[in-house]
């Protein structure tokens, strides 16, 4: 039953669902008036981006044999996907939802951009970072900073990441995914550049 439970919480807020969740969020609270058939046309692109095309990347990476099995295990398994999970980032952040645009969400995929680059590195370096708890530490703290960037309750929406990071964190270790190291370092690779790039939301 516990198992049950816990693996639910690593699907649920599976990574490659992270960003469309933080921008359902911000189109959710932000009093800023955008057109719903400009949100709409977003949100579907961001499904696309973040969540289709790297599961069609994932097939061709386990076709030729650069990975074995969509937990990747290894952390010589994380390099491509996450390199190609930060080029799909780079055109969301850039491309898709510049400056101009919107830039609360240009920030929140720089940043997980960032993130995800970081997790390569520490690939390379034979470092298992948890990528749930980067993408969901990122994601999930850009949403404590749009609260606080709108002045709306903070104290509640960061003690809902403190719940929801419990959640995940107790959920990999129970399911022997990672150990209390791999978690706090994913975990920070994820929050701070979100927390360092929201000084450029102004």
Request: charged fraction near 10%; hydrophobic fraction near 55%; proline fraction near 4%.
């Amino acid at each position: 039953m516990l198992t049950s439970l816990l693996k639910s919480v690593s699907y649920i807020l599976h990574p490659l669902l992270m960003p469309w969740m933080g921008a359902v969020y911000f189109f959710t609270v932000t009093p800023v008036q955008y057109h719903p058939i400009k949100i709409s046309f977003w949100l579907l692109s961001i499904i696309l981006w973040s969540v289709v095309v790297p599961l069609i990347l994932y097939f061709i990476l386990k076709k030729i044999k650069l990975v074995q099995s969509i937990d990747l295990k290894s952390s010589k398994e994380r390099i491509w996907p996450l390199l190609l999970n930060s080029i799909i980032l780079g055109y969301l952040s850039f491309s898709l939802l510049p400056k101009s645009i919107c830039v609360e969400l240009h920030y929140l995929f720089l940043g997980a951009l960032i993130t995800a680059a970081l997790g390569m590195i520490l690939a390379l370096l034979k470092f298992k970072t948890s990528i749930h708890m980067m993408s969901t530490g990122g994601a999930f703290f850009f949403m404590v900073l749009v609260n606080l960037h709108y002045d709306y309750s903070f104290s509640t929406t960061f003690a809902f990441f403190v719940i929801v990071m419990g959640a995940m964190a107790s959920s990999r270790l129970h399911l022997n995914a990672h150990t209390p190291k791999e978690l706090a370092v994913g975990l920070f690779v994820g929050v701070v550049p979100q927390l360092l790039l929201f000084n450029h939301w102004l």
